[in-house]
């Protein structure tokens, strides 16, 4: 299996921009969609943008114009672009990849925005 582990994480002031990676061990080609999820804490874990291997992409509501997932197929890694961010993107993003379903997880990484 491929394995997902995500990077770029960390404490950020709001209205800041941070960029996380996920970089897969294999072929990112074995994978028809690949996402981007996040949990709070108390609340479910929920899908933030994905992105399919025909480029089709989508995006919660609440990222909407200010997160963009994109990727580099040379590098086999997946990014998430999050700019303007806000204390209610605090969470543990996690990558995610799958052939129809989201089937292969990263460990996470912790996004945390201050006040």
């Known amino acids: 299996q491929v394995r997902l582990v995500e990077s770029g994480g960390g404490l950020v002031q709001t209205g800041g921009s941070l960029r996380l990676s996920c970089a897969a061990s294999?072929?990112?080609?074995?994978?028809?969609?690949m996402g981007w999820f996040r949990q709070a804490p108390g609340k479910q874990r929920e899908l933030v943008a994905l992105?399919?291997?025909?480029?089709?992409?989508d995006y919660a509501d609440s990222v909407k114009g200010r997160f963009t997932i994109s990727r580099d197929n040379a590098k086999n890694t997946v990014y998430l672009q999050m700019n303007s961010l806000k204390p209610d993107d605090t969470a543990v993003y996690y990558c995610?990849?799958?052939?129809?379903?989201?089937?292969?997880w990263g460990q996470g990484t912790q996004v945390t925005v201050s006040l």
């Open positions: 995610a990849s799958g052939r129809g379903v989201f089937d292969n």
């Open positions: 294999g072929s990112i080609f074995s994978f028809n969609v």
């Open positions: 992105l399919t291997s025909g480029g089709r992409t």
